[in-house]
Nanobody, 122 residues
Framework: QVQLVESGGGSVQSGGSLRLSCAAS????????WGWFRQAPGKEREGVAA???????TYADSVKGRFTASQDNAKNTLYLQMNSLKPEDTAMYYC????????????????WGQGTQVTVSS
């Protein structure tokens, strides 16, 4: 059974930083793409960053230059370093995994974590 567990969320002031982690276990496939998504109340889940199995990374325009996604394959862990946070970054953040590259389209991804809340105050 695939499990993805996010951690690292919290409350910060505008301009602050947070680092999210997502630990994976039970993943049965040799290839893996990772993704970070977020969902604010009343809004659809949107893609933040996606790392393909070859390591190439795609970012949403709204986070380019501020967020950095990375992975540690030895630890089966995905990270999201978030700098220069803004109030509009407030959302529940989810990690996702899939055997194939899925880009930033949330419905395409097979495996999801439970999420970690990020709140940015002005």
């Amino acid at each position: 059974q695939v499990q993805l567990v996010e951690s690292g969320g919290g409350s910060v002031q505008s301009g602050g930083s947070l680092r999210l982690s997502c630990a994976a276990s039970g993943y049965p496939y040799n290839s893996r793409a990772w993704g970070w998504f977020r969902q604010a109340p009343g809004k659809e889940r949107e893609g933040v960053a996606a790392i393909d199995s070859d390591g190439s990374t795609t970012y949403a325009d709204s986070v380019k230059g501020r967020f950095t996604a990375s992975q540690d394959n030895a630890k089966n862990t995905l990270y999201l370093q978030m700098n220069s946070l803004k109030p509009e970054d407030t959302a529940m953040y989810y990690c996702a995994a899939d055997p194939s590259p899925r880009g930033l389209y949330a419905p395409s991804w097979d495996y999801w974590g439970q999420g970690t809340q990020v709140t940015v105050s002005s």
